[in-house]
């Protein structure tokens, strides 16, 4: 029997406890103290004061699987999911962590040591990335581990340097790539680790945190460098099992089966009911652990990505010919899965299924009739040779129907068309001058609740910047 999902992300932790670190408790999905960042997307997230000497604790190696959701913000997977065998909105992130203690020479060891002898994962596979001026990490891989010279790749700012913000803690990185065969790449003359197609697989991104960067881009070596990692549990745990996508594992067919079961389908019949079954399986796991981080479904905020990702998944369900709520009985299954890693989810149980099941009746009740307006209007454009669906529609659905500006586009770009955003922003505009002025002509003192409700549609007020794009439900 191959190794379990949950047995590969204890073995990691063991492995590092061994090593002297401390096995920390993942950190809630909702950061704390972090206006910058609307989602945990990272193991270090909540370690960020340690490497920044602004606090200390009684232990300076960590190692932790940490939940993370990268729907939202820079790191945006969203549109990923489904059609990518490695991308999901929620994931575990295994990593471990030094605080000023060893440095480039035991990260790479350990992790190595760990994936060919840990995991027994083929030498003759593995390849890894090192950033371009990085001849100390070059080195390194060769002279510790052995790895030949031939599959250590140089790469780029963009994908080996990691810096914390503009200013602050910043250094190359150092990843490993497991190449899955000629297959399962894009076939390209130039494809090597690096490209993007699913070939060489990143699995885990050692980030060697080595200066500070001041307001005049200057880079000054940090007395005390450390270390961050972070591997992807799912990931791992596929190439561990022997499968090409992290949806053929333990961690998700449990899941995809109930959702399966429900439809009267089975997972690998056609590719198009494959791809509801993972978004559905992916988004049920994502909405489990949001709600039981606190997130409820809302107009605005981190509440608006919960409401946004749990549309989506009801709107696949109704493409797989689900007509009754399902979503949080698929979500008990993931409860049921990952209760032993994290026994909290067990006394949410109830809630959790309260809340699933409260926002998908609410959806349901429109979303028949949107979908009809949807097809009706991109029937309607493409038989007169338009390519383009209406902003007035688009808003229309967003407004009456509920829903998400993203999942507009979705359906849209499915059916070959696009959306006219300029025109849904002047036609939510429209209405928010509308409810201004109706509001102020009013002579009430505060403003009325239904008024309240029509303007937190579209702004959010504590994160601006990125938060006002994400209100509308756009992928940023
Ligand atoms: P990719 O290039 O594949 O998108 P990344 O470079 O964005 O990954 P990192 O930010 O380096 O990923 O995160 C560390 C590790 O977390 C990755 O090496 C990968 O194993 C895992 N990971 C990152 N994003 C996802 C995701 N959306 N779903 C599952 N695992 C992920
Ligand atoms: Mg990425
Ligand atoms: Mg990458
Ligand atoms: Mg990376």
Same mark, same amino acid.
């Given at each position: 029997m191959s190794t379990s999902g949950n047995d590969i992300r204890q073995i990691f932790l063991d492995y590092f406890n061994k090593q002297g670190h401390k096995i920390v408790a993942s950190s809630p999905l $909702?950061?704390?103290?972090?206006?910058?960042?609307?989602? &945990?997307? =990272?193991?270090?997230v909540q370690f960020k004061k340690l490497f920044l000497g602004q606090a200390k604790r009684d232990y300076i190696r960590a190692t932790t699987s940490q939940k993370c959701f990268r =729907?939202?913000?820079?790191?945006?997977d969203l549109e990923n999911v489904g059609r990518t065998p490695r991308h999901h909105t929620f994931f575990e992130m295994l990593g471990n962590f030094s605080f000023g203690d060893y440095f480039k020479q035991d990260a790479i060891r350990f992790a190595w040591e760990l994936l060919t002898e840990g995991y027994g994962l083929p030498k003759d596979k593995l390849w890894v990335s090192v950033f371009e001026t990085d001849d100390e990490a070059a080195e390194l891989w060769q002279s510790e581990v052995g790895v030949k010279p031939e599959r250590i790749v140089r790469l780029g700012e963009e994908e080996n340097f990691w810096s914390m913000g503009d200013t602050g803690p910043c250094g190359p990185c150092s990843e490993i790539h497991i190449d899955q065969?000629?297959?399962?790449? %894009?076939?390209?003359?130039? !494809? =090597? $680790?690096? !490209?993007? %197609?699913?070939?060489?697989l990143e699995l885990w991104n050692l980030v060697f945190m080595q200066y500070n960067r001041d307001e005049s881009g200057k880079l000054t070596p940090l007395p005390k460098p450390s270390i961050d990692t972070g591997m992807g549990l799912e990931r791992i745990s596929a190439v561990v099992q022997g499968k090409y996508s992290n949806y053929d594992t333990d961690l998700f067919t449990p899941i995809m089966d109930v959702a399966a079961q429900l439809a009267g389908t089975s997972y690998g019949k056609n590719e198009e009911d494959d791809v509801s079954l993972r978004v559905i399986a992916d988004h049920a796991r994502a909405c489990t652990f949001l709600i039981s981080d606190g997130i409820l479904p809302k107009n605005e905020g981190r509440g608006y990505v919960l409401r946004r990702i749990l549309r989506r998944a009801a709107r696949h369900g109704r493409k797989l010919g689900l007509k009754e709520v399902f979503l949080h009985q698929v979500a008990q299954e993931v409860i049921d899965q990952m209760k032993g890693a994290y026994p909290s989810l067990v006394d949410s149980r109830a809630f959790i299924d309260k809340v699933i099941t409260k926002e998908e009746e609410r959806f349901g009740e429109t979303l028949d009739t949107g979908l009809k307006i949807l097809y009706d209007a991109t029937g309607e454009a493409k038989a007169k040779g338009e390519t383009v669906l209406s902003g007035d529609t688009a808003f229309k659905l967003y407004d009456t129907y509920g829903f998400p500006l993203d999942l507009t586009m979705t359906i849209v770009e499915e059916e070959g068309l696009s959306v006219d955003e300029p025109g849904f922003d002047r036609a939510m505009e429209t209405q928010r001058s509308r409810s201004r002025a109706a509001w102020k002509g009013s002579g009430e003192e505060a403003m009325p609740p239904a008024l309240e409700e029509l303007s937190s549609q579209g702004f =959010? &007020?504590?994160?601006?910047g990125y938060e006002t794009l994400e209100a509308k439900g756009k992928a940023v």
């Open positions: $909702v950061p704390k103290d972090d206006p910058t960042l609307l989602f &945990t997307n =990272a193991g270090m =729907a939202s913000g820079k790191h945006n065969g000629p297959e399962h790449g %894009c076939g390209r003359a130039d !494809c =090597a $680790v690096g !490209c993007d %197609c699913d070939r060489y =959010a &007020t504590e994160f601006k």
